[in-house]
């Protein structure tokens, strides 16, 4: 949290019940060394008082920009050009809807707009409001105009449903805030991430898949960008949208998956392989539609590329060849079958999970994963982009010195 030091963070806050959580992220900023500076909603001074943060931040609270006490205090101009990063937590449907349209109707939609700093979004609403296509494509303008954003997490909710919606916690918003303040220490590299299944054709109706959401490769392709990263996300057939500032290549078999992979590998610095990649494909594939018949019917299956271990090969032995992150999902023997999949691909860390368990494998907003490199291992949990950022910090270090700027 050393990037907070010395920095002048606004923490717009929003009006919903996760607003009692701003407090501990206030505290947070504050316990690292920055300057907190706070503006609320009206509907926020609802949930929380401006004096809970004008204690927490020993500064005054702007909640009114009409207000005569307050524009002496501030200007309402002042927190915007004050401001080395602004962070909106919760960012309430509303206020989402409202920061997208541009207005300056309250304390933190003014605020954003005379900033000229980095941007954090931590959104927080009922899971059905948050899978509304307006939320979403709100969301989606404001990343587009470079905002970050951290969350929703998944869980029980305040008015008893259960799913994504969930204000990140404290400490997460704080690291990725710190990360914005922080070094871009993947920028002028090219890295190249794998995501998703992959669907290998029976006939024109049918294939083989897998569960993959493709969510945790998505995580990583959005974390290393923000990181400044060059990336091109390969991804198979996955209902998510492209992340901002990534380069997007939509594929469906293993066969296309490897040839865009080959494509963009002369100049790669890091190779993650997230995908969950169909090791095998029907050897013969009907031109039509298979007729259901009371016969079982055979399936003769044959391997199909496998892209983690082409790239070990390619670049075995040579110099400034690029770090290499495999991944693992096993059933059992989690550790030895990591370790394994290290040695025969030529990996320099391989990302394991036993699946079928709660708070990780496919599908959820949470992973759980042990790191496993030459030697040593790290456990991890958390969101997905919390295992992405775990999971480039160590290629980093292991980028710096392999190949130094």
């Known amino acids: 949290m050393s990037e907070l030091s010395g920095r002048t963070i606004v ?63 501030y200007g309402h101009l002042e927190l915007g050009r004050a ?33 000229d700093c980095p941007v954090l979004l931590a959104p927080a609403m009922n899971v059905r409001m948050w899978s509304s ?40 918003i704080a690291a990725a805030a710190a990360r914005l303040l922080g070094p871009r220490d993947l920028s002028g590299r090219k890295v190249v991430v794998t995501a998703g299944p992959t669907r290998e054709p029976i006939d024109p109706v049918r294939f083989i898949s897998n569960p993959s959401t493709g969510r945790m490769g998505f995580a990583l392709a959005k974390v290393a960008a923000r990181r400044g990263a060059k990336v091109v996300l390969v991804a198979g057939p996955v209902e998510l949208p492209d992340p901002i500032k990534v380069k997007v290549k939509r594929v469906e078999t293993a066969e296309e998956m490897a040839a865009a992979v080959d494509d963009e590998a002369g100049d790669l ?7 969950a990649v169909s090791d095998y494909r029907p050897r013969d594939v009907a031109a039509q539609k298979k007729k259901k018949t009371d016969e079982d019917e055979p399936l003769v299956l044959t391997r199909t590329p496998d892209i983690l271990a082409s790239i070990g090969k390619r670049f075995a032995g040579k110099a ?25 691909k030529r990996c320099d860390l391989v990302v394991a999970n036993k699946v079928g368990r709660p ?5 959820g907003d949470r992973n759980r994963v042990v790191l496993v490199g030459p030697g040593e291992r790290s456990h991890v949990e958390g969101t997905k982009e919390a295992v992405a950022e775990a999971i480039l910090d160590w290629a980093v270090e292991l980028l710096d010195n392999r190949r130094p700027r």
């Not at 708070?359 to 599908?363: D, I, K, N, Q, T």
């Open 269 to 275: 610095d890091l190779f993650v392989g997230a995908a």
């Open 83 to 115: 401001a080395d990063l602004l962070v909106i937590a919760p960012a309430t449907a509303d206020l989402l809807a409202r920061l997208r349209a541009g207005m300056a109707d309250d304390a933190v939609t003014t605020t954003a707009l005379a900033c």
């Open 11 to 73: 923490l717009g806050v929003g009006g919903g019940i996760a607003a009692y959580k701003a407090c501990e992220l206030a505290r947070l900023f504050v316990k690292g060394g920055a300057t907190v500076r706070v503006a609320m909603t009206t509907a926020a001074t609802r949930f929380v008082g401006p004096l809970t943060f004008q204690a927490l931040s020993g500064a005054p609270v702007l909640t009114d920009v009409l207000d005569p006490g307050q524009e002496r205090t």
């Open 359 to 363: 708070g990780a494998g496919f599908a």
């Open 320 to 344: 400034g060849a690029p770090v290499v992150v495999g991944f693992a999902a096993e059933t059992e023997g989690l550790l030895e079958n990591a370790k394994k999949k290290l040695a025969s």
């Open 133 to 172: 296509p307006a939320v979403r494509e709100n969301v989606a303008a404001l990343e587009k105009r470079g905002w970050q954003t951290v969350g929703p997490a998944s869980g029980a909710l305040a008015d008893g449903d259960v799913g994504p919606g969930r204000l990140s916690e404290p400490e997460e």
